[in-house]
T-cell receptor, first 117, second 111 residues
Framework: DAGVIQSPRHEVTEMGQEVTLRCKPI?????LFWYRQTMMRGLELLIY????????DSGMPEDRFSAKMPNASFSTLKIQPSEPRDSAVYFC???????????????FGPGTRLTVL | DQQVKQNSPSLSVQEGRISILNCDYT??????FLWYKKYPAEGPTFLIS?????DKNEDGRFTVFLNKSAKHLSLHIVPSQPGDSAVYFC??????????FGTGTSLTVIP
C-alpha cells in the first residue's frame, strides 16, 4: 500500500482565499483523522471520521473550517476564508480499529504545509 | 489546555550515549500511551507503545517507561544513533477516545 496520501504538499495562498486539502487513507482503514501541527500546541486533532461519518469535530477551530468524507477513499478539509493564523502543517491519518484501542496505531500522511499570507 | 506535555523542546546527545525523552500527562483516565517519531517533511510514524497495565515496554534500542502515580512517561534510546535525530511526540488516550499529543521534542544525536 502507498500509505496515506495527501495533496498538495505545500500551499501558499492569500488571506481570504479558500483552501482545500485532500487526503486518501490507507485502503481498509475505517477511521480517518485530520490534525494540525503548530509549535505552540503540537498535534491537535481537528476532526475524525468512522466509516465516512464525522464522529467528533470539537477540535475544528471555527466555522471557517469544514471537512467531508464522501467515500472511504477520500476526504477534504476546507478553510474558507483562510487567515494568516491558519498557517500550519495539516496531517491526515488513518487507522484500522479506532482510537485508543490497545495495539492500534494511526498512520500519518506526509502533511500539507499551509502558508496564508 | 494541554493534557499531554513535553516540556523539553529540544535535546542533544552524543552518539552512543543514552537519550531520555520525557512526557507528562494530566488525565488519570489515560490508559494507553504511544511515542511517534517524525522526520522533516514526513508524517509522524509509530515507534512504541505501552498500556497502563505495564510499567515498561522494550523494543530493541527503545524502551518506554510509565510511572502512573507521577503521570509521567519516558522514552529511552540506547545507544543513540545519528539516524535517531528527529522530533518525538508522545500521545495518550483513554480507550475509545481520541489521542492527545504533546508538542514534541527535537532530538539531535551528534556523531
Amino acid at each position: 500500500d502507498a500509505g496515506v496520501i495527501q495533496s498538495p504538499r505545500h500551499e501558499v495562498t492569500e488571506m481570504g482565499q479558500e483552501v482545500t486539502l485532500r487526503c486518501k487513507p490507507i485502503s481498509g482503514h475505517d477511521y480517518l483523522f485530520w490534525y494540525r501541527q503548530t509549535m505552540m500546541r503540537g498535534l491537535e486533532l481537528l476532526i475524525y471520521f468512522n466509516n465516512n461519518v464525522p464522529i467528533d469535530d470539537s477540535g475544528m477551530p471555527e466555522d471557517r473550517f469544514s471537512a467531508k468524507m464522501p467515500n472511504a477513499s477520500f476526504s477534504t478539509l476546507k478553510i474558507q476564508p483562510s487567515e494568516p493564523r491558519d498557517s500550519a502543517v495539516y496531517f491526515c491519518a488513518s487507522s484500522f480499529s479506532g482510537q485508543g484501542a490497545p495495539g492500534d496505531t494511526q498512520y500519518f500522511g506526509p502533511g500539507t504545509r499551509l502558508t496564508v499570507l | 489546555d494541554q493534557q499531554v506535555k513535553q516540556n523539553s523542546p529540544s535535546l542533544s546527545v552524543q552518539e552512543g550515549r543514552i537519550s531520555i525523552l520525557n512526557c507528562d500527562y494530566t488525565n488519570s483516565m489515560f490508559d494507553y500511551f504511544l511515542w511517534y517519531k517524525k522526520y522533516p517533511a514526513e508524517g509522524p510514524t509509530f515507534l512504541i507503545s505501552i498500556s497502563s497495565i505495564k510499567d515498561k515496554n522494550e523494543d530493541g534500542r527503545f524502551t518506554v517507561f510509565l510511572n502512573k502515580s507521577a503521570k509521567h512517561l519516558s522514552l529511552h534510546i540506547v545507544p543513540s544513533q545519528p539516524g535517531d535525530s528527529a522530533v518525538y511526540f508522545c500521545a495518550a488516550s483513554a480507550v475509545g477516545n481520541q489521542f492527545y499529543f504533546g508538542t514534541g521534542t527535537s532530538l539531535t544525536v551528534i556523531p
